[in-house]
């Protein structure tokens, strides 16, 4: 098999990746859930075909393992001026992640109560509670279950600053104005393996289903691969996915009891690449979460995660067999 292009298929999109998959003999990679589109320039450019035709010959192209879609992270951005609000915002959105705004340490601490962020950016100095008070509550709350990365924002920029943020339980720390460069170097440093996209806590009694937590161009891809006449394949696999999650969440519940990081590692991963698959990307971030925790053995918390994950398949229940036009099945369905 020595003359096999190899091409790898991973979640993985943390930085090192690709020169890892060069010196592993893989000829380019491609971040799932794959796009068909992708997938077949990323095949001909691995072969050597694209733009020369049928006869090129064959011949790896290490370039294309550097083509990584860009990681969308869920961000709390805590800053009271307006203006500055309004330039982070845009930076962060351009970069591709999505970003709430809080207005002074208070509403900081509540958003962190109700929505476990990826990363949160902290102005220092803000009204009613300031980011040093802001952070230590924080930090006070998750206790030793999670730990969200923190990066301190300051206009002070006076020696001994960056020591008293990370003092205060900041991992990071910015100078203001901060500059767009400076920020991306942040956010790679703390989101190192693309962070997931978070989902909040929802009553499943009353679920809502959040647009933005869905993918729905994936699933638009797939119905253009249907042959004309053929059984609808995204109401094939819509149904194939809600008949593999309830032994999913099973597994991954008893995993969880038993303290068993392999098994919980496993389940995960397996509906997470379902949930990617099909454009729930809340769904598969928050079993991304679970596998790493599996893999990495450190269980506290895993359950309430996994009620998180257990909300998010409702809701991605809802949303999917809405996009096919069919009635959802009952709950019922997920045990």
């Not at 879609?69 to 845009?90: G, H, S």
């Not at 999505?98 to 949160?120: C, H």
């Not at 500059?179 to 440093?189: D, I, Y």
């Not at 509906?271 to 599996?294: D, I, P, S």
Request: hydrophobic share 45%; net charge negative.
């Amino acid at each position: 098999l020595s003359a096999t292009t190899l091409l790898l298929l991973t979640f993985l999109t943390q930085r090192g990746i690709a020169a890892e998959a060069r010196e592993a003999g893989f000829a380019g990679y491609l971040a799932k859930p794959v796009r068909h589109t992708q997938l077949g320039t990323a095949v001909a450019t691995a072969l050597g075909l694209e733009g020369d035709g049928p006869s090129a010959p064959l011949a790896v192209r290490p370039e294309l393992v550097d083509a990584v879609p860009r990681v969308r992270a869920r961000i709390l951005l805590a800053e009271d001026n307006p203006v500055n609000q309004k330039v982070a915002v845009r930076v962060l959105e351009k970069l591709g992640h999505r970003v709430d705004v809080a207005g002074n340490g208070l509403e900081a601490v509540e958003a962190l109560r109700k929505l476990p962020y990826d990363i949160v950016l902290m102005d220092c100095q803000m009204p009613e509670m300031d980011g040093y008070a802001a952070t230590a509550e924080i930090r006070r709350l998750e206790g030793t279950a999670r730990r969200t990365p923190i990066i301190a924002m300051t206009a002070n920029a006076m020696q001994g600053d960056r020591e008293n943020c990370l003092a205060a339980g900041m991992d990071d720390y910015l100078s203001k104005p901060v500059r767009p460069e400076s920020l991306r170097g942040a956010l790679e440093r703390w989101l190192p393996r693309g962070a997931p996209v978070s989902a909040g806590k929802a009553d499943k009694a009353e679920v809502s289903v959040r647009a933005e937590d869905f993918d729905f161009s994936l699933l638009d891809e797939i119905r253009a691969l249907q042959a004309e006449g053929a059984q609808e394949l995204t109401s094939e696999l819509v149904d194939l996915f809600f008949q593999e999650i309830p032994p999913r969440l099973s597994a991954m519940r008893q995993a969880i009891a038993e303290a068993d990081g392999k098994n919980l590692t496993q389940a995960a991963h397996a509906a997470r690449g379902g949930a990617g698959n099909l454009g729930a990307t809340a769904l598969a971030a928050l079993c991304g979460r679970l596998e790493g925790a599996g893999r990495a053995g450190h269980l506290d918390g895993c359950d309430q995660i996994l009620h998180q994950v257990e909300t998010a398949v409702e809701e991605a229940r809802i949303a999917l067999y809405r996009y096919i036009g069919r009635p959802a099945p009952t709950a019922s369905i997920l045990g």
